[in-house]
């Protein structure tokens, strides 16, 4: 079974930037499509970003224009890179495959507050 660690997340002003960053352990990371999640409190995870095995990228609407996801195969490991921050981006985010997910990892909290 695939292991994934979300690193990377922590505490922003409104407008401020951050990169999280997962990693999965395992040579199949490649042939899949990856994406990332993100759960607030009180609300269910929901998916944000996609990156596809051609390197084709979708967005939530909510974070279109503001969020890029991308990859890199040769570290396993998966990027989500968050510009202009606003306190409703304020979850725990979470990578898994877009479809017939794996075991969850722990996620990344981020947290967008003055």
């Known amino acids: 079974q695939v292991q994934l660690v979300e690193s990377g997340g922590g505490l922003v002003q409104p407008g401020g930037s951050l990169r999280v960053s997962c990693t999965a352990s395992?040579?199949?990371?490649?042939?899949?499509?990856m994406a990332w999640y993100r759960q607030a409190p009180g609300k269910e995870r929901e998916l944000v970003a996609s990156?596809?095995?051609?390197?084709?990228?979708a967005y939530a609407d909510s974070v279109k224009g503001r969020f890029t996801i991308s990859r890199d195969n040769s570290k396993n490991t998966v990027y989500l890179q968050m510009n202009s921050l606003k306190p409703e981006d304020t979850a725990v985010y979470y990578c898994?495959?877009?479809?017939?997910?794996?075991?969850w990892g722990q996620g990344t909290q981020v947290t967008v507050s003055s």
């Open positions: 898994n495959r877009v479809s017939n997910t794996w075991n």
């Open positions: 395992g040579s199949i990371f490649r042939f899949n499509p």
């Open positions: 990156i596809f095995i051609n390197s084709k990228t």
